[in-house]
């Protein structure tokens, strides 16, 4: 897949057959959009090409109503890498790139810079100053500008939109296991490991604490969870198990996200770790002293590596 980062850079595509969104998650419905695409260009003879805006666009035009993103645009990128597409161009999004009327949006960026011939495209997207542009405005442009222009079907355009905001609101209740299933995939996160109260490694339970870097990055709910863990820049996958909150027990203030690692000894400060989120376990604790914590770690450990037992 080739990755275009700006419209300078754009070569001449041939045949392009073109899709546009912001596929934040790269789901299940997403990915079935991209196997259609990417069929229609093969059965065209051209090329599939993937339109994508970052900043997303409501950033922009609404910067007031925040919504945590699945994925960060680097993860994104890599999880479509996957996806058999053969363009993706990543459109700087910016104020007056907004402003544009829906048809010079249509003319001066679709068919001047990808001269589509066929744009797959769900019923309901919107584009254009004020969200005036739409399906039957690509439709009737495009016997000017000689591009035809399929609907995805609304069945699946249905499923994406309630899949995404579904997914969000899974990770934002701790219910991973559904998260992955219509993810297709494990939810990840990656965090810089910084140095913590020392305490860890006293309990027998040494945590890397994790810094998460990018701020619009969704943050599983509060709780215990068994994960899988990757060192940036090796290969092994490691098991373990998280504990995201305040720790009321020792603390009860500050939020964290902490991972012990499971037969790992090393010193991990200052890496970045990828953590793929497998399963909640339970809600955090308050618990009745340090005894009672390091008795409830031994069976999260016992528990984790059951349930990881198959992965
Ligand atoms: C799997 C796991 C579960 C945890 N569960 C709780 C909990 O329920 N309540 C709590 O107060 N702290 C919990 N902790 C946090 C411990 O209190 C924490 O690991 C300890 O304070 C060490 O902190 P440090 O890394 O800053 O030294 C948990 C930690 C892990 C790794
Ligand atoms: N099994 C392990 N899991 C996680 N971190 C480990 C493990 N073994 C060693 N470490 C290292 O020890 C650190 C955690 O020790 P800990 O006593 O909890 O200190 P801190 O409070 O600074 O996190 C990690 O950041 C990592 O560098």
């Not at 035809?148 to 209740?173: D, F, G, H, M, Y």
Request: aromatic share 10%; with cysteine; proline share 4%.
């Amino acid at each position: 897949m080739k990755v275009y980062r700006s419209l300078q850079q754009l070569p001449v595509f041939t045949n392009a057959v073109v899709t546009i969104g912001t596929f934040d998650g790269v789901h299940l419905g997403h990915q079935q959009i991209i196997r259609q695409l990417c069929a229609e260009a093969k059965e065209n003879g051209g090329e599939s090409v993937l339109i994508s805006f970052y900043p997303h666009p409501r950033k922009i035009v609404q910067p007031e109503r925040y919504i945590p993103e699945l994925t960060t645009l680097e993860e994104r990128i890599e999880l479509l890498k996957q996806q058999g597409l053969d363009n993706l161009v990543v459109v700087p999004f910016n104020k007056e790139f907004s402003q544009q009327t829906a048809q010079q949006y249509i003319k001066n960026f679709l068919v001047d810079r990808f001269h589509p011939s066929l744009i797959i495209i769900g019923y309901d997207h919107k584009f254009g100053n004020n969200r005036e542009g739409d399906y039957r405005l690509l439709e009737k442009m495009g016997e000017e500008y000689q591009y035809s222009v399929k609907e995805i079907p609304q069945q699946l355009r249905n499923e994406v939109i309630v899949s995404s905001t579904k997914i969000r609101e899974a990770i934002a209740i701790g219910d991973v296991e559904k998260a992955n299933q219509l993810l297709g995939y494990s939810y990840f996160f990656r965090g810089y490991v910084v140095e913590g109260n020392k305490l860890g490694r006293k309990l027998g339970y040494p945590t890397a604490n994790l810094q998460i870097q990018d701020a619009d990055k969704l943050v599983p709910a509060n709780g215990v969870y068994a994960v899988q863990a990757q060192i940036e820049g090796e290969s092994g996958i490691l098991k373990g198990m998280m504990n995201i909150g305040t720790r009321p027990t020792v603390d009860g203030t500050t939020k964290t996200v902490e991972v012990n690692l499971f037969d790992f000894e090393e010193d991990i400060y200052n890496r970045h770790l990828k953590v793929f989120v497998k399963y909640h376990l339970r809600n955090e604790v308050k618990f009745d002293g340090l005894d009672k914590l390091i008795e409830q770690l031994h069976k999260d450990k016992e528990i984790s590596i059951s349930k990881l037992a198959d992965n």
